[in-house]
């Protein structure tokens, strides 16, 4: 009976580390373009 409530819980949490995951690689993305655009841009 516990199982449902325990791959609910698993799903959640997949969906919070895909989230996250998604949230650190956009921020990674971003700090990347604020750096690298300035330089094109000087070129």
């Known amino acids: 009976m516990c199982a ?5 819980i698993l799903e959640d949490m997949d969906l919070f580390q895909i989230i996250s995951a998604v949230v650190i690689v956009g921020g990674v993305v971003v700090t990347a373009l604020i750096a690298i655009v300035p330089s094109v841009v000087d070129r």
């Not at 449902?4 to 609910?8: A, G, I, K, V």
């Open 4 to 8: 449902p409530r325990l791959s609910r």
